[in-house]
């Protein structure tokens, strides 16, 4: 089974010179764009129950935090609300706190989960947060190489050029934006660590904004997280230096 982008598909609809749309002619167009392009499709995995449950908590976890920093700015400075804002901020905060530990039981329900997530937390910047959704995609989608797991994330770049002309490369963004969201905040934190601080100041010398240099630091953890879990090794802080040197 695929489950098809419908972007994707209306995009390949103009491509044919559909000038219609109706449920008979999407159909036919479905049909005709996986009897052409089905080799370049990946068959849908469906979850399983643990990782269903892991997705959902992480989602919810994610919107909360969100919340949290909405209610605290847009009340910042308000007189008269700090004992009612201080209150909500502290039901939100018990609330995220049962939110994580239900995932780190989640997680611990399976001996071969947490030893891996374990593995995972060890790269410096990731930590439960992080390290769960890693550990939730890493397992289901059985990634080739360490550039295809980049690349479902969102963070492989797309080249616009045409003969001599070389345009402006930008993100694809395509996948599951939390994952783009996490990795980012890792790398927001891993710019801080001794481990990967030289590679983040190396991509500011270059002219780099910071945002672009977290993002390169974001695809150096994706990459590290891939290998980690596929080869089952240790993180390896003297190789982040080899690449600073290079």
Known sequence: MYVLNAKDVRHYAKGVGLRGKTDRIDAQLIARYLAKEH?????????SAQQRELE??????TKLVRIRAAVKQSLNGMRGFAVEVK?????????????????????????HSQEACARLQRIPGVGPLVGGGLLNTLQRVPFGSAAAFVAFCGWDPRPSDSGR???RRRLSKRGPSLLRYLLYNAAMAASRTKAWRPLYQRSLAKGLSRTEALVILARHIARTAWSIYTHK?????QRISQQVLT
């Open 39 to 47: 080799v370049e499709l990946h068959p849908f995995v469906p979850p």
């Open 56 to 61: 959902r908590l992480l989602r919810r976890r």
């Open 87 to 111: 209150g909500l901020l502290a039901r939100l905060d018990a609330l995220i706190k049962r939110i994580d530990i239900k995932m780190r039981a989640s997680i611990e329900a399976c001996p």
């Open 165 to 167: 002309k070389s345009g």
């Open 233 to 237: 090794t240790l993180f390896d802080a």
